[in-house]
């Protein structure tokens, strides 16, 4: 069955630097393209970032680009989000998601708890 | 970037009730368009995509219409289980911006 297991969340300083990892497991990674969603507490959800099957094309919301870096490494099954210059507005549960029909994510990471704060 | 309005923001309703959920594009999407489900503590789940195309397992009291800038999520007879908020997403391009979401409340 289809998994996303995810890690790397806590409690970071403003300013500081966290990298979140997701494990992917039965179904072939390199063929689909994977997403990171958000939440910040009591909030909606938010896109975040888009990574290609093959990483040939990487997308990212406003609110994160030049600071997030998506990424994925095929050979391993693992997708990161590499998270710099942090701030209290990048608190939220972060999740990974698998691509399916017409761009819609049918499988879901546990989420992970990112905290930025003093 | 293209925005996504929902409506209401809040909905009571009793079991056995027949609920619409209303999303606005402030563009055409055509038929770029998802519905999830998320309960309190919970992974969001995916119902429908395409508009109006029913995820597998999800039961058929949901459906899914609409295309271009006004779509309509419709539960025709709230089970207990359905109680959740929902969220529409366009994937008409990027950012895939979501609505602000619609909370579906015990009346």
């Known amino acids: 069955q289809v998994q996303l297991v995810q890690s790397g969340g806590g409690v970071v300083q403003p300013g500081g630097s966290l990298r979140l990892s997701c494990a992917a497991s039965g179904f072939t990674f390199r063929n689909y393209g994977m997403d990171w969603f958000r939440q910040a507490p009591g909030k909606g959800l938010e896109w975040v970032a888009f990574?290609?099957?093959?990483?040939?094309?990487?997308y990212y919301a406003d609110s994160v680009r030049g600071r997030f870096t998506i990424s994925r490494d095929n050979s391993k099954s693992m997708l990161y989000l590499q998270m710099n210059s942090l701030t209290s507005e990048d608190t939220a549960v972060y999740y990974c998601?698998?691509?399916?029909?017409?761009?819609?994510?049918?499988?879901w990471g546990q989420g992970t708890l990112v905290t930025v704060s003093s | 970037d293209i925005q996504l309005t929902q409506s209401p923001s809040f909905l009571s309703a009793s079991v056995g009730d027949r609920v619409t959920i209303t999303c606005r594009a402030s563009?055409?999407?055509?038929?770029?368009l998802a519905w999830y489900q998320q309960k309190p503590g919970k992974v969001p789940k995916l119902l429908i995509f395409?508009?109006?195309t029913l995820e597998s397992g999800v039961p058929s009291r949901f459906s899914g219409s609409g295309s271009g800038t006004e779509f309509t999520l419709t539960i025709s007879s709230l089970q207990p289980e359905d109680f959740a908020t929902y969220f529409c997403?366009?994937?008409?391009?990027?950012?895939?911006?979501f609505g602000q979401g619609t909370k579906v409340d015990i009346k």
């Open positions: 990574i290609r099957y093959n990483a040939s094309n990487k």
């Open positions: 997403q366009h994937l008409n391009g990027f950012p895939r911006t």
């Open positions: 998601a698998k691509d399916y029909d017409w761009g819609s994510s049918d499988y």
């Open positions: 563009q055409d999407i055509s038929n770029y």
């Open positions: 395409a508009a109006s």
